[in-house]
């Protein structure tokens, strides 16, 4: 590969919460592991992999200059993002106006939100549930009803149509948010459920706020489809929230963007975003997204698809070959793994917070699955190298599955 995927990073002391957060945050992150085990991070999802060179020098060139002042976007900006979405997911006709920063993927969805629906109202999500969307939208006095994802008999987490229609009529919702690709469950929805989805959406005039944040990071076979693209009404219906952050593992840096062709729906979000005086560009973020979008990124991006792919094949198969009563739906985006422990827990009279601690005690640092609806759930991060992969599963294997909690 061109690209650096198999060096392990040093992360330590480097503003990494993945690393230096363990045991910190009792109830969100993972606990330390006990002596004689390092720390191999796949909670929170960012990546541990060196991020396209082209960032970090555009970052640099622009830091040569000694002054930080007042800016505007410039047309590079734009030009990159148009240019980036007709090349990734065939999209045409988008304009310089229709983009607009936002302070972050959730912040985008709260000034949608805010925008449309008042404190107290009802919102569909689906379930499982990003933990980001529980907190950003109780955190602001909605109600939340989810209409759970159901597993097919092929084991593939489908949206339940008739669940949305019922119950976003009992509930009189008229904005719903949705996840494409879906995280934790890593489905990456074919055109004709984004088709029936909207359809159900349309008939009861919900506005649709799409958070596509991870729709570059698709696995071999599959396509990601935009959710504006799908039809005219539902183009009109969407705000979609986009984000170099999560492809080019930006987060630190802040600075994600909506595209909203609808002028109305546009205006709305832009003065809700504007209220507060806050949801401004930083300017070394803007140099970020044009140093990610430049060719060398649409490369990266092909290789990271390929490399997660390969760890997402090898958990897969090793969870099925090694860990009986453990069953996860293989993930088609995204490079987090949602594991269902139900089965085990169960067979070996464990609990989850049992199984959780065996693998944090190891340096498996993995995540509680409890808070994104998974009752007695586990998510992991793949985005590492094979081998710290193969390094959890193997510890996993020996000291928790089929080791010492297994008793």
């Given at each position: 590969m061109k690209y650096d995927f198999t060096s392990i990073m040093d992360r330590s002391g480097k503003d990494a919460i993945a690393v230096d957060g363990l045991g910190t945050m009792p109830g969100f992150t993972p606990s330390s592991p006990k002596e004689g085990f390092d720390a191999i991070p796949m909670w929170v999802a960012d990546m541990n992999f060196p991020t396209v060179p082209t960032i970090p020098e555009a970052i640099i060139e622009r830091a040569k200059h000694p002054a930080f002042g007042y800016f505007n976007a410039t047309d590079e900006y734009y030009d990159s993002i148009i240019r980036w979405h007709e090349a990734r997911n065939g999209v045409t006709g988008l304009t310089k106006e229709c983009i607009g920063y936002e302070n972050g993927v959730l912040g985008g969805v709260i000034s949608a939100l805010t925008a449309f629906a008042a404190p107290g109202d009802a919102v569909l999500l689906?379930?499982?549930?990003?933990?980001?969307?529980?907190?950003?939208?109780s955190n602001n006095g909605y109600k939340i009803v989810h209409s759970p994802l159901v597993k097919d008999e092929n084991g593939?987490?489908?949206?339940?149509?008739?669940?949305?229609?019922?119950?976003?009529?009992?509930?009189?919702i008229h904005v719903a948010i949705f996840c494409s690709p879906h995280n934790p469950c890593g489905r990456v929805w074919e055109r004709w459920e984004l088709e029936k989805a909207m359809d159900i959406y349309k008939e009861n005039d919900c506005l649709v706020i799409s958070d596509e944040i991870w729709s570059d990071i698709v696995l071999e076979g599959h396509k990601h489809f935009p959710t504006?693209?799908?039809?005219?009404?539902?183009?009109?219906?969407?705000?979609a929230v986009y984000a170099p952050s999560k492809t080019f593992n930006l987060a630190g840096l802040v600075g994600s963007y909506h595209i909203i062709y609808?002028?109305?729906?546009?205006?709305?979000?832009?003065?809700?975003?504007?209220?507060?005086?806050?949801?401004?560009?930083?300017?070394l973020s803007m140099h970020a997204l044009i140093g990610a979008y430049k060719p060398e990124g649409y490369e990266w991006v092909d290789e990271l698809c390929e490399v997660i792919t390969g760890n997402v094949n090898y958990a897969c198969d090793y969870i099925r070959d090694h860990f009986e009563g453990v069953e996860v739906s293989r993930p088609e985006g995204t490079y987090m793994l949602f594991l269902d422990c139900s089965k085990w827990c169960e067979a070996h009279g464990r609990s989850i917070d049992d199984l959780q601690q065996a693998g944090w005690d190891v340096g498996v640092a993995w995540?509680?699955?409890?808070?994104?609806?998974?009752?007695?759930?586990?998510?992991?991060?793949?985005?590492?190298?094979?081998?710290r992969v193969q390094e959890a599963f193997d510890r996993l294997n020996r000291y928790v599955f089929n080791g010492q909690a297994a008793y």
């Open positions: 689906h379930s499982p549930t990003y933990i980001g969307f529980t907190a950003s939208v593939v987490w489908r949206m339940d149509y008739e669940d949305m229609d019922r119950k976003i009529k009992a509930e009189n504006q693209m799908v039809n005219e009404d539902a183009k009109n219906r969407t705000v609808n002028k109305y729906l546009r205006d709305r979000v832009t003065a809700k975003g504007s209220k507060p005086h806050y949801n401004d560009m930083n300017v995540q509680d699955g409890r808070m994104f609806h998974g009752p007695c759930a586990i998510r992991m991060n793949l985005a590492l190298p094979l081998s």
